[in-house]
């Protein structure tokens, strides 16, 4: 596929372990992308989800690797403890500067790199959501700027116009669906079942 830049490229997908992202790593196979999934273990004082996280990407890998395909993977591991204030705010420049760099990293051995970021079509009428993305795309060209000689990397939405329901739906076999993760304030029993995410979940598994 020449418009893809074929085995010259390479797919990165920011993956959380989520609907969206796990959807978009069958997407990118689907098109016969080479993938590198990047999972970032963000340790939070009194969050948990970061354990839950990392358990479902294991057993998604593992379940995705035997079943359907093989792609590249790689993990790192912060605490935000270590940034002045551990919000929300902190996490997003933490993952933003943590897959830039693997972004220059690998736009040295690839002729085109992608960034996909699971924004969906939802997130328009989201206005926080809206707001994250376009402080993220500014941030992201910010980093760019930073970085001598990086105009082949670039990020995109390849889900702006397709909802969470049609994710689950059309991109996500059943099997792998149930070992999505989604909850952001689970406890130590499971999922809160309170949070947006869970509500999410709830409505389009109706
Ligand atoms: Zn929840």
């Known amino acids: 596929m020449a418009s893809n830049g074929g085995i010259n490229s390479i797919v990165i997908i920011p993956w959380s372990s989520g609907i969206d992202s796990t959807g978009l790593i069958f997407k990118a196979h689907k098109e016969n992308r080479k993938i590198h999934a990047h999972f970032i273990e963000m340790h939070q004082e009194r969050f948990i989800k970061h354990i839950y996280e990392s358990k479902h990407v294991e057993m998604l ?15 790192s591991v912060f605490d935000l403890s270590l940034c002045p204030s551990g919000t929300r705010f902190w996490s997003e420049e933490v993952e933003l500067v943590i897959v830039a760099r693997l972004a220059v990293h690998f736009s040295g051995f690839f002729k085109k790199v992608e960034v996909w970021d699971g924004r969906i079509k939802e997130d328009d009428t989201n206005p926080s959501m809206t707001k994250r993305f376009s402080r993220r795309s500014s941030s992201f060209d910010f980093l760019k700027s930073l970085t001598w000689e990086i105009d082949n990397v670039e990020l995109k939405t390849p889900f702006k116009d397709v909802s969470k329901k049609d994710i689950w739906n059309d991109i996500l076999p059943e099997d792998v669906r149930k070992l999505t993760f989604s909850c952001n304030q689970p406890l130590l029993s499971g999922t809160c079942g309170k949070c947006k995410n869970c509500i999410d979940r709830r409505r389009i598994i109706k």
């Open 61 to 75: 890998r593992s379940h995705i690797y035997k079943n359907y395909f093989h792609f590249d993977f790689s993990r």
